[in-house]
């Protein structure tokens, strides 16, 4: 019976690996050992340390400050970046794979709770992403608040639109149907169990008047004269005179129950948090979000046994700690049943069981084999290049990164039943396979750096390797450092005799040792790479 009963002894190499390929964009092997003598809840407290960024915003290709900030209000910005740029998501990125921590897997996570797109300007772009990063150790709840009255969120679900004389339904309904509560069966005209359009309408009329003056809240200065005070983020604004100050009446679903409007910004305010109070009271809240906890970090099904045994019981933990995300999260990730050891087949149902989605695919490779990424304070042009490589690539294989396809967001997180398996398709496998490794190998070079991995002197420094010169020892951890598990019979001697490619094992330990002896990796560089891109260009390197 699926539970969350704590797994409290050491992880282990493959329990290590597990966590990290689900929690983080940069693993190394260096990492899994480390964590292999953990145990979980000890991992999980060091995943869950975050740190700010460095440097704390986007750069222009000069390495000048491009974004004012409250902290850091005076920009050295002397090419005038414009708002065309995405400097903002080549920082993010470059700040994902950098980081150790679990920051940017919640972080966007939390950014398919609350979808928007990047449409809007650059400042609110960063503004948005910034507001996730804030909340990664936050209460969901807090967060439905503040992304209300969001700049970004506001333009694209035209809640700035929604006026007393006006109303626009658009946000009040995305906020049940797809970013809280959720829709349940429809049991009549009008009725989704959970809530009803009458529910909508009220909501509609809750949110009139959050919204913001494009001069203001879009220009990257004028918007620091609008900061939420606790976050020190750019904000929204309530229009008081378009606001509907009327009493607020929802249906069944929620009791009856009645919202008094508010009359100045404060009480308009108070009647918002109101409004969220009653929403997040729900079970059924609390429920929908533990279901997406648990698709995004351990796996897409979830069964009658996994819904009472984990859900309902995480479910009541969350609502009753205000929706906190971290403990919750913690709780699932240190349970057995995360780890599969629930029964006696080991691995069977959770490891190994989630489609890779585009930016894991190119993060986790470019850590797992250590590409070497300048500082960004030292080439950010280099960077931001580099990470418009995996932009286009992520955008063609199905997930275009902070850009959703439409408001349910990407379909490899939201389109039941088959959820991450969504991700390969006939085009996207195509670009998975052809587009990813043969470029570092040759090499990208941009502004004077080469991106371009070295897998010999890896393979001779790196220390991961114990005896690189045995064929099975070399081919063996390989696969380990790459895969959920290693391949046995036929499939393990496909990756040695790509390996080989006709070769002997007494050749290659020649070739090992005259490279050791004289440096020259141009005969051993040939057949690594050539495992290192069947490795990568495998079904085993598609799953996490």
Not at 132 to 140: A, D, E
Not at 161 to 187: C, D, M, V, W
């Amino acid at each position: 019976m699926p539970s969350l009963t704590p797994k409290t002894n050491a992880l282990g190499f493959a329990n290590a690996y597990h966590l990290l390929r689900r929690t983080t964009y940069n693993i190394t092997k260096a990492k899994i050992l480390d964590f292999a003598a953990k145990t979980p809840q000890q991992a999980l407290t060091e995943l869950f340390t975050f740190n700010n960024p460095v440097p704390p915003s986007p750069l222009n290709n000069a390495g000048e400050t491009i974004v004012p900030t409250a902290a850091n209000p005076t920009i050295t910005d002397s090419q005038n970046t414009a708002n065309s740029v995405k400097n903002d998501l080549y920082w993010w990125l470059y700040c994902a794979v950098k980081d150790p921590s679990a920051q940017y897997k919640i972080a966007y996570f939390l950014h398919i709770l609350f979808i928007a797109d990047d449409d809007a300007s650059f400042w609110t772009n960063f503004d948005y992403k910034e507001l996730l990063r804030f909340h990664v150790n936050g209460s969901l709840k807090d967060l439905a608040f503040r992304v209300t009255q969001n700049p970004r969120m506001l333009l694209y679900l035209n809640n700035n639109l929604n006026q007393n004389t006006s109303p626009n339904q658009n946000y009040a309904r995305e906020f049940l149907e797809l970013f809280t509560i959720l829709k349940g069966p429809q049991i009549a005209t009008g009725n989704y169990t959970n809530y009803t359009e009458t529910d909508v309408q009220q909501a509609a009329r809750v949110l009139t008047g959050f919204s913001l003056t494009s001069s203001i809240h879009l220009d990257k200065n004028a918007r620091l004269t609008s900061v939420d005070s606790v976050t020190q983020i750019p904000t929204g604004q309530v229009k008081v005179n378009t606001h509907d100050t009327g009493t607020k009446t929802f249906s069944a679903a929620f009791g009856s129950q009645s919202i008094t409007g508010g009359t100045t910004e404060t009480t308009i305010k108070a009647e918002l948090q109101n409004y969220i109070n009653m929403i997040f009271d729900k079970d059924e809240t609390a429920k929908a979000y533990c279901r997406r906890i648990y698709r995004y970090f351990v796996g897409r099904e979830i069964t009658s046994a996994i819904e009472t045994g984990i859900i309902v019981p995480l479910a009541a933990a969350l609502k009753a700690d205000n929706y906190n995300i971290i403990p919750a999260i913690t709780t699932l990730l240190k349970s057995k049943h995360f780890y599969d050891e629930e029964d006696s087949v080991a691995g069977d149902q959770t490891i190994g069981n989630i489609i890779r989605n585009p930016v894991e695919l190119y993060l986790h490779m470019f850590s797992l084999l250590n590409l070497q990424i300048p500082l960004y304070t030292a080439n950010p042009s280099a960077i931001h290049s580099l990470m418009g490589v995996v932009t286009n690539y992520a955008s063609n294989a199905g997930m275009p990164v902070f850009r959703p396809q439409s408001v349910n967001g990407y379909s490899g997180y939201s389109s039941s039943p088959n959820y991450d398996k969504n991700w390969i398709t006939t085009s996207s496998l195509r670009i998975r396979y052809n587009n990813t490794i043969d470029y570092l190998i040759n090499g990208l070079t941009y502004n004077g750096f080469t991106f371009k991995l070295y897998n010999a002197p890896f393979v001779k420094d790196s220390g991961y390797f114990s005896n690189p010169g045995d064929t099975d020892t070399l081919v063996t951890e390989f696969l380990q450092m790459m895969f959920v598990e290693v391949p046995t019979g036929d499939r393990y001697n496909y990756f040695k005799n790509v390996f080989l490619n006709n070769l002997s094992t007494i050749n290659w330990l020649n070739e090992w040792n005259n490279y050791i002896s004289t440096g020259n990796a141009n005969n051993v560089k040939i057949p690594i790479d050539r495992l290192v891109k069947a490795m990568i260009k495998s079904p085993e390197f598609q799953i996490i």
